[in-house]
C-alpha cells in the first residue's frame, strides 16, 4: 500500500524545457512507478551512477532516451564498493547539480535512497565474480567489484530495467556486470556508451575534482599512452609486451603519475594475452596525486584493421 511519504517522494519534481524529473527515495515508490509504466508498455532504460554526474553521465543519459520511453537514473554513493581507507567519506557531492543536469537531458526519474533504504541491515549476501574481479583494478581494489555487482543486481532486481547503460571508460565493471546479467539469466541487456574526454584526451570523470591544476596538466597521459598502443597496433604490431611496455614507459615520463597497471586483456574474460586479435581491451590505471584514474580502449583486433567496439 503506498502511504503518504511515498505519495510525496512521487510528487517531488523538477522541470526544464527537456521535461519534468521526479525524485523518488524509496524502494516501494520506484517499484510503484515502474508499475505504473509497464501497465502502459514502456519500455525502461536505468542509469546507475554514483553522483556528482558531468557530460559522461549525460551521454550515458542521452544515449537511454534514444532507445527507450522511460529514463531512471538512480544516484547512490554506495559504500560496499569503497575498501578501508578509500574515499567514501570524501567522494564528491551535490545533488542539486545532479537534478538539474539529468531534467536537462530528459531523464524521467532520479532514485535517490538512502544507505538506511538501500541496506536496511547488514548484508548477509553478496555477488562476486572472482575470477574477473581480481585481475586489473582488482589486484589494488580487492572488495570494490564484489561491492558493485552486488549493488548492481540490487538495483537491477528493484527496477528491473530492460536495457542497463553503463561508460565505456569502466570497462572492467561493464565486463563483470555483463557477465552477473548471463549467469544469473537477468533478464536486462547491459549497453556500452563510449568514454567521453577533454579537450586533451582526459577521460571525463567525479574524480577529476580531485586534481590540482598542476596535477590535471600531467593527468592526460593515461591517454596518451593508450593512444600510442593504438597506434602500434595500426602498423601491425601483435606482441602485447610490446604494447604493454610502450604504455608503461610513456606514463612513467610523468614524474606526478604513479601507474597502478598497463594491461592488454581479452575483452570477454580480462585475461592478460600475448597476442593481440578479436576483441580486446587497452586499460592503463594510475595514481595522480590523491585521484586514482582510470581508463582504456576496447577495439576489435583483425589480420589488417583495428576499430573501435563502441561508437
Request: hydrophobic content about 40%; overall charge neutral; proline content about 5%.
Amino acid at each position: 500500500m503506498k502511504t503518504s511519504t511515498d505519495k510525496q517522494r512521487l510528487d517531488t519534481t523538477e522541470t526544464s524545457e527537456a521535461g519534468l524529473l521526479t525524485t523518488i527515495t524509496s524502494i516501494a515508490g520506484v517499484r510503484e512507478f515502474v508499475r505504473s509504466a509497464r501497465r502502459d508498455g514502456k519500455m525502461i532504460a536505468l542509469v546507475p551512477t554514483m553522483g556528482y554526474l558531468h557530460e559522461g553521465h549525460a551521454a550515458l543519459v542521452d544515449a537511454a532516451r534514444r532507445d527507450n520511453d522511460i529514463v531512471i537514473a538512480s544516484l547512490f554513493v554506495n559504500p560496499l564498493q569503497f575498501g578501508p581507507n578509500e574515499d567514501y567519506d570524501a567522494y564528491p557531492r551535490d545533488e542539486v547539480r545532479d537534478k538539474k543536469l539529468l531534467t536537462e537531458h530528459g531523464c524521467n526519474l532520479l532514485f535517490a535512497p538512502s544507505v538506511k533504504e538501500m541496506y536496511p541491515e547488514p548484508m548477509a549476501t553478496t555477488v562476486e565474480l572472482p575470477e574477473l574481479a581480481r585481475v586489473l583494478c582488482g589486484k589494488s581494489r580487492p572488495t570494490h567489484f564484489a561491492g558493485v555487482t552486488t549493488v548492481v543486481s540490487k538495483l537491477f532486481h528493484i527496477v528491473q530495467p530492460d536495457n542497463a547503460y553503463f561508460g565505456q571508460k569502466d570497462g572492467q565493471q561493464a565486463a563483470i556486470i555483463r557477465k552477473m546479467v548471463r549467469d544469473l539469466n537477468i533478464p536486462v541487456s547491459v549497453i556500452s556508451v563510449p568514454t567521453v574526454r577533454e579537450a586533451d584526451g582526459l577521460a571525463k570523470s567525479s574524480r577529476n575534482a580531485y586534481l590540482t591544476d598542476e596535477q590535471r596538466m600531467h593527468a592526460p597521459v593515461l591517454y596518451r599512452a593508450l593512444t600510442a598502443a593504438r597506434q602500434l597496433l595500426e602498423q601491425g604490431e601483435r606482441d602485447t609486451r610490446r604494447l604493454k611496455d610502450t604504455m608503461q614507459h610513456i606514463i612513467a615520463k610523468e614524474p606526478e603519475v604513479n601507474l597502478d597497471y598497463a594491461e592488454v586483456v581479452r575483452l570477454s574474460n580480462l585475461q592478460s594475452i600475448g597476442h593481440a586479435e578479436g576483441e580486446i581491451m587497452l586499460a592503463v590505471a594510475a595514481y595522480v596525486g590523491k585521484a586514482r584514474l582510470i581508463d582504456n580502449f576496447q577495439l576489435n583486433v583483425g589480420s589488417n584493421d583495428v576499430t573501435n567496439l563502441y561508437k
